[in-house]
């Protein structure tokens, strides 16, 4: 149907106006695959963050330098995502806080260690691109289980010198995150929406006084 419009000719018709994407069946389809993937995708991040814990941290003051050690522990679903080839990073914040009775405890310094994983199933070969204060380097393993084994710890970091601080009860709060690195193109596309992080844990260490006795 030819329509004038400001005296020039217009082939606009109802057909072409309402796309055919847009009928209520069709939209109501893909608002059930959307919100299917979401629960999905809810349900695993779930399970992810109660599976995932930190071990023991630990804390060495020694000739007036506070080290810290620190370790991450997966379950089994998380572990067969990285062997399945699902690259991820994990990024570990170690904080110093001060304790005080009243008023809210006081962040003092920190520093965040980042580690990303890849494997490649076919070539059995895993990679870990680790950095931390600016510097990072490349390590290669043979096996998922030697990656691992140094991927999820972290051993007598130097997070400050005493001589700093002020006297009082100190602790640190390791923090350690984990973030699906590349989704297949599918899944990616259709979960647009939903952040690509896995699970946030947490956990201190005892307090201690500075300055050590």
Not at 145 to 170: I, R
Request: include cysteine; charge should be positive; charged fraction near 20%.
């Amino acid at each position: 149907m030819l329509t004038p419009l400001n005296g020039k000719i217009s082939n606009y018709s109802k057909s072409q106006a309402v796309p055919v994407f847009c009928t209520p069946v069709k939209a109501l389809f893909v608002f059930l695959v959307f919100m299917g993937f979401f629960i999905f995708f809810n349900i695993i991040t779930t399970k992810s963050t109660e599976a995932a814990e930190i071990g023991d941290v630990s804390v060495t003051i020694n000739k007036g330098i506070i080290s810290v050690s620190g370790n991450l522990i997966l379950d089994d679903t998380q572990i067969n995502d990285l062997k399945n080839g699902l690259q991820k990073e994990l990024i570990f914040y170690v904080d110093l806080f001060r304790q005080w009775d009243i008023w809210p405890d006081e962040f003092i310094k920190g520093l965040k260690i980042i580690r990303r994983l890849k494997s490649d199933p076919v070539k059995n070969e895993f990679i870990m691109v680790s950095s931390i204060k600016g510097s990072t380097t490349e390590h290669r393993f043979n096996t998922l289980e030697s990656l691992l084994s140094e991927a999820l710890k972290f051993n007598n970091v130097l997070l400050s010198s005493t001589g700093d601080l002020l006297p009082g009860n100190y602790f640190v709060k390791v923090t350690a995150v984990s973030r699906i690195r590349k989704l297949a193109p599918l899944i990616g596309y259709l979960l647009f929406f939903v952040p690509e992080k896995e699970f946030t844990v947490e956990k201190n260490s005892d307090i201690f006084v500075l300055p050590a006795k």
